[in-house]
């Protein structure tokens, strides 16, 4: 027994570790401790033993791992700093209105954004922008909000040039306004429909690019412009919401008020059936007033800045106003004269027939603005226009060549045109953020 110490204790002077575990192991061997005092050993033995294993793994993982914990540091840092970024920078979004020729446009813009609404710039010629700063205070930061401003002249005789400011930077955060004239109501739904046709035929174009190229925004813009309807809106299969926020607004109202009861409720009705199926919000609006204009300016700030939304009013002897996703189908009830039952199986070309049966279209007013340039020959002026023709084809095509050859490379690409780098175009306000889906 003597000798059998003596040897634990030349191990001892070798290893404290081993030493404690023979010592743990050999004292039972005593029959100095009892059966439950053994099982008390074993177990401290297991936890030095596993102590000593974590221990040495803990040491083995900080070797390998040090470049991917630097790694996943600098990530933090960096999600930090946008965090930081994206709350101390100001809000960028875009409006683009159009609508009826010499139907307010202008004064819209002026007596919603300009403190001196009297000085209304001349006739707009066909695409005009400008913008407008606000500044807002956010805890100890002072903010500075930029609204970019397009205006489109001439009714929807330049559509096309509604192509030109909508694009993917600013698809987020933009919103649509169409100018219809009340006082002219038996033009309002061929305007409205073209120049919708137009920006929705620019939007999808604009997503399928996007699509391509892996972004997850398509989804998430499209998620969100069925949101205000909720999940169980009774009218959800006859509703194809624009993808940005559009807003019609009635102009010319001081005119409008006095027409007949029975027309200004179909005129009224008709402007709700759009702008429902069409997820619009809808508002009527004279700029003399001062009230129908503050609300005018509430329900774009509700859409540019996420302000509170108005009010609706819905009584056609009173300026009317109507968020999207508010109305439904039922309560815009049917067009006069009428024999269907239920408003949800008229189609847009019943409203439409029986609209312009109700407001009969002036034809002799209609414009013709094709010429035969042959019965008028200017031999300078037509080589000069051919040749500006070709000019233009050349350059059509080159734009075309240049973005298949930047849509090949962001397919073979794995950065480009991957979420990280969609953030690059700029920390902008995002409705699909706001929402809280994912952007890109």
């Known amino acids: 027994m003597i000798s059998h110490h003596h040897s634990n204790n ?30 008390l050993d074993n177990e401290k033995v297991k936890k030095h033993l596993q102590k000593k294993k974590s221990n040495s793994s803990q040491s083995s993982i900080t070797t390998k791992n040090l470049w991917q914990l630097c790694k996943i540091e600098k990530e933090k840092e960096k999600k930090d700093a946008n965090k930081v970024e994206l709350n101390d920078i100001g809000i960028e979004s875009s409006i683009f209105i159009s609508g009826s020729p010499e139907g307010g446009k202008s004064t819209f813009i002026s007596s919603i954004f300009d403190k001196n609404s009297s000085n209304v710039s001349s006739s707009t010629l066909l695409l005009e922008y400008t913008y407008r700063h606000n500044n807002r205070t956010k805890g100890l930061n002072s903010l500075k909000d930029t609204l970019h401003i397009w205006e ?69 813009l499209t998620v969100y412009s069925w949101k205000k309807y909720g999940n169980n809106h009774p009218d959800k299969e006859f509703i194809h919401p624009t993808i940005i926020p559009s807003i019609i607004v009635g102009s010319k109202y001081d005119k409008f008020k006095n027409m007949e009861s029975e027309s200004k409720k179909f005129v009224c009705r008709i402007l709700r059936y759009l702008a429902h199926i069409n997820g619009s919000s809808l508002i009527f609006y004279n700029p003399n ?3 129908m204009s503050q609300k005018c300016k509430q329900i774009l700030f509700h859409y540019i800045y996420r302000s509170a939304a108005p009010n609706n009013m819905i009584d056609h002897n009173k300026p009317i106003l109507v968020m999207a996703g508010t109305d439904s189908l039922n309560e815009i009830g049917l067009p006069p004269s009428c024999n269907a039952t239920n408003p949800q199986r008229l189609s847009l070309s019943d409203w439409t ?37 070709e000019e233009y084809i050349k350059y059509c095509q080159k734009n075309e060549r240049e973005a298949n050859e930047k849509l090949k490379l962001n397919s073979s690409s794995s950065s480009i045109g991957s979420p990280s780098e969609e953030r690059k175009l700029g920390n902008i306000y995002s409705r699909s953020r706001a929402a809280g889906l994912a952007t890109f």
């Open 10 to 39: 030349s191990i001892n002077s070798a290893s404290n570790s081993n030493s404690s575990v023979n010592e743990l192991l050999n004292e039972p061997s005593l029959n100095s401790k009892s059966n439950s005092e053994e099982s």
């Open 152 to 220: 489109l002249a001439n009714g929807t005789m330049f559509k096309e040039f509604l192509k030109i400011p909508i694009n993917e930077h600013n698809i987020n955060n933009a919103v649509a306004v169409i100018v219809l004239d009340l006082s002219k109501p038996e033009n309002i739904i061929d305007e409205y429909n073209e120049i919708m046709e137009v920006i929705n035929s620019r939007i999808s174009y604009l997503l399928k690019n996007l699509e391509k190229r892996g972004s997850r925004r398509p989804k998430a």
């Open 289 to 291: 007033d001062e009230s």
């Open 353 to 389: 027939s029986v609209y312009e049966s109700f407001f009969k279209k002036d034809e002799t007013k209609k414009h013709n603005f094709k010429v035969d340039l042959s019965k008028f020959p200017e031999t300078i002026i037509d080589n000069l226009k051919i040749e500006k023709d």
